[in-house]
């Protein structure tokens, strides 16, 4: 008898869990109304970080880097038999939901025009908006699935908490030279070391050359100079520095080319490309006087 009252409480417990979990996002779903001669035409699944591997496979550890928290996904079809998945994805704050967004998109899609920070993809439409990542996807390319793409878009965008906007560090970035739309934040493992955290990064073009710049933002002075002193030695170990001090070093890597670094305040501040040393240095110099 106590056995069958302890899994009965347990299913409960489970039960109201699982209807917390699913209700934060179930609410973002449009309704039958809303959506209305459009149907959805699969129940909506819910995953969180112990899951996701279950719906995106290798893609999880990319969100969960992010922060992600949870996931809504269902299929919607028009009148006609057009299908199309969306996704609606917490990512636990606005910061999260750009950087994610921000990986997945290119400067190849076209921008749209009833939210700032959003893009079209052919047969496919990313955008976040406050906490949220959400991606739609038809099953096919044409301008019936455009129509249909950009109006299920524009109706997401009123379901969705409005809010979240290009964080602030980009303002410390250069605008000459400049990708649009190229501006990137990485929660974990910015160039690819473990140690180094909360990155932003945009990617340039010199007639033809690439180049990139990194603003690496560290909790405190302390934390950004012993984080920068434990990538120089990694530099040093690899033999691509050439010149460094106490708190700045140049040289050159394999993939990127030239690399000039400087650790200033709570950030470390790096250029990295095929360009010429003295505008490398001009580059750095320029960012470093922009957050003195």
């Given at each position: 008898m106590k056995c069958s009252i302890i899994l009965f409480?347990?299913?409960?417990?489970?039960?109201?869990?699982?209807?917390?979990?699913?209700?934060?996002?179930?609410?973002?779903?449009?309704?039958?109304?809303?959506?209305?001669p459009v149907v959805i035409s699969s129940e909506p699944e819910y995953y969180n970080p112990d899951n996701l591997w279950d719906y995106i496979n290798g893609?999880?550890?990319?969100?969960?880097?992010?922060?992600?928290?949870?996931?809504?996904?269902?299929?919607?079809?028009?009148?006609?038999?057009?299908?199309?998945?969306?996704?609606?994805?917490?990512?636990?704050?606005?910061?999260?939901?750009?950087?994610?967004?921000?990986?997945?998109?290119s400067a190849k899609g076209k921008?749209?025009?009833?939210?700032?920070?959003?893009?079209?993809?052919?047969?496919?439409?990313?955008?976040?908006?406050?906490?949220?990542?959400?991606?739609?996807?038809?099953?096919?390319?044409?301008?019936?699935?455009?129509?249909?793409?950009?109006?299920?878009?524009?109706?997401?965008?009123?379901?969705?908490?409005?809010?979240?906007?290009?964080?602030?560090?980009?303002?410390?970035?250069?605008?000459?030279?400049k990708i649009p739309n190229s501006e990137k934040f990485t929660r974990q493992d910015v160039l690819g070391q473990q140690y180094l955290q909360n990155g932003y990064s945009v990617e340039y073009d010199l007639d033809g050359k690439k180049y990139y710049?990194?603003?690496?933002?560290?909790?405190?002075?302390?934390d950004a100079g012993d984080k920068f002193e434990q990538y120089r030695l990694f530099r040093k170990e690899s033999n691509s520095i050439m010149d460094d001090d106490e708190q700045s070093f140049s040289g050159t890597d394999s993939y990127y080319g030239n690399i000039f670094f400087e650790q200033k305040v709570l950030y470390i501040i790096g250029v990295l490309g095929k360009i010429e040393k003295a505008y490398g240095e001009e580059i750095l110099s320029g960012i470093i006087s922009g957050i003195e």
């Amino acid at each position: 008898m106590k056995c069958s009252i302890i899994l009965f409480t347990l299913l409960i417990i489970l039960s109201s869990g699982f209807n917390s979990f699913a209700g934060d996002l179930s609410t973002l779903v449009p309704s039958a109304k809303e959506l209305d001669p459009v149907v959805i035409s699969s129940e909506p699944e819910y995953y969180n970080p112990d899951n996701l591997w279950d719906y995106i496979n290798g893609g999880a550890p990319a969100y969960i880097a992010c922060g992600f928290e949870r996931v809504v996904t269902f299929l919607v079809m028009d009148p006609d038999s057009l299908e199309m998945v969306v996704d609606i994805y917490d990512m636990a704050d606005s910061l999260n939901a750009f950087g994610i967004y921000s990986q997945e998109r290119s400067a190849k899609g076209k921008p749209l025009t009833f939210i700032s920070n959003g893009m079209q993809y052919g047969n496919a439409i990313y955008f976040w908006q406050d906490r949220y990542y959400v991606k739609l996807i038809a099953y096919e390319t044409s301008p019936k699935a455009t129509e249909f793409l950009l109006q299920l878009a524009h109706l997401l965008t009123l379901k969705v908490p409005s809010g979240g906007s290009i964080p602030a560090q980009f303002s410390a970035f250069p605008v000459k030279d400049k990708i649009p739309n190229s501006e990137k934040f990485t929660r974990q493992d910015v160039l690819g070391q473990q140690y180094l955290q909360n990155g932003y990064s945009v990617e340039y073009d010199l007639d033809g050359k690439k180049y990139y710049i990194f603003l690496i933002q560290c909790a405190d002075v302390n934390d950004a100079g012993d984080k920068f002193e434990q990538y120089r030695l990694f530099r040093k170990e690899s033999n691509s520095i050439m010149d460094d001090d106490e708190q700045s070093f140049s040289g050159t890597d394999s993939y990127y080319g030239n690399i000039f670094f400087e650790q200033k305040v709570l950030y470390i501040i790096g250029v990295l490309g095929k360009i010429e040393k003295a505008y490398g240095e001009e580059i750095l110099s320029g960012i470093i006087s922009g957050i003195e």
